[in-house]
Nanobody
């Protein structure tokens, strides 16, 4: 079993930036594709970004493309989400997920085997 812990959330003004981190407990971190999802109140969990095992392939939802950057440091068992030009509609709880298929990035919530508890991001206007 893999434990994931998100951090870095908080309150930020529209147009600002924030960096989220997700630390994994496993020694086989590079065996997982890693993704970020978010969930706003009353909404379904929404795909944000994904990176395959090496960080060489990255994919983004259209809503965040050009503003968010996903990266990973396999030596530190950590995946990051750099968020720039934040908008109020980015307000949500952000979750990281791990997919045991290391070369597959999926936009489906059900493809991920492990989830963290989430970190709240609030963007004020």
């Amino acid at each position: 079993q893999v434990q994931l812990v998100e951090s870095g959330g908080g309150l930020v003004q529209a147009g600002g930036s924030m960096r989220l981190s997700c630390a994994a407990s496993t020694r086989t971190f590079s065996n997982y594709a890693m993704a970020w999802f978010r969930q706003a109140p009353g909404q379904d969990r929404e795909y944000v970004a994904c990176t395959t095992w090496s960080g060489g392939n990255k994919y983004y939802a259209d809503s965040v493309k050009g503003r968010f950057t996903i990266s990973r440091d396999n030596a530190k068992n950590t995946v990051y989400l750099q968020m720039d030009s934040l908008k109020p509609e980015d307000t949500a709880v952000y979750y990281c997920g791990a997919d045991s298929r290391p070369t597959v990035c999926s936009g489906s919530y059900y493809s991920y085997d492990y989830w963290g508890q989430g970190t709240q991001v609030t963007v004020s206007s």
